[in-house]
């Protein structure tokens, strides 16, 4: 299964929302996980099951959608929120998870 | 505290071997899957492989299905990825995961460990 992010460089301002576009070339249901990445750093578990955020992840941060079209939605950019998000579907059995190419959402 | 420290990692050449360790700790590490997932440099992230709780149960990523391997010894809170005929093209930073209570989603995350395969 191949994961489309879009756009590959997202520019917003801080206090602005930003969206965030995933899709999969073909039905992953509501598997779908979002994680943030900062650089030089790990990835970080945000949101899982397309909707549900992990555990303290700010309210701020919401996902959105099934099948093959999903969003995360930042509602009011924090300073701290920059950075680059990926998309991973966790749909095959027997496992073989992949991640969308990554959007990088920078300070406008 | 609740951490993976990976190590292992260096300058390999290609068809050369290296095998990377994962330590685990404050958390009950024979209870959870665990897996490897790569970062070529400036590239997205890409899943290697996974192992089951009790080691009984392995997954692979085509790309590395036949050279790579995953292991764990639950006695000593570690995981492993033995890495066999290694090319260019796995370069990358290697994190480890733990898998989340949520079946193929990864919550904890090492801070990685650098391969580069080159002459």
């Known amino acids: 299964i191949v994961m489309t992010q879009s756009p590959a460089t997202l520019s917003v301002s801080p206090g602005e929302r930003a969206t965030l576009s995933c899709r999969a070339s073909?039905?992953?249901?509501?598997?779908l996980a979002w994680y943030q990445q900062k650089p030089g750093q790990a990835p970080r578990l945000l949101i899982y099951?397309?909707?549900t955020r992990a555990t303290g992840i700010p309210a701020r941060f919401s996902g959105s959608g099934s099948g093959t079209e999903f969003t995360l939605t930042i509602s009011s950019l924090q300073s701290e929120d920059f950075a680059v998000y990926y998309c991973q579907q966790y749909n095959n059995w027997p496992p073989m998870y992949t991640f969308g190419q990554g959007t990088k959402l920078d300070i406008k | 505290q609740v951490q993976l420290v990976e190590s292992g990692g260096g300058v390999v050449q290609p068809g050369k071997s290296l095998r990377l360790s994962c330590a685990a700790s404050?958390?009950?590490?024979?209870?959870?899957?665990m897996h490897w997932v790569r970062q070529a440099p400036g590239k997205g992230l890409e899943w290697v492989s996974v192992i089951s709780y009790d080691g009984s149960k392995t997954y692979s990523a085509d790309s590395v299905k036949g050279r790579f391997s995953i292991s764990r010894d639950n006695s000593k809170n570690t995981l492993y990825l033995q890495m066999n005929s290694l090319r260019g093209d796995d370069t990358a930073v290697y994190y480890c995961a733990r898998g989340s209570a949520r079946i193929g989603t990864f919550d904890l995350w090492g801070q990685g460990t650098l391969v580069t395969v080159s002459s």
């Open positions: 073909q039905s992953v249901g509501s598997n």
């Open positions: 099951d397309s909707s």
């Open positions: 404050g958390f009950t590490f024979s209870t959870f899957a």
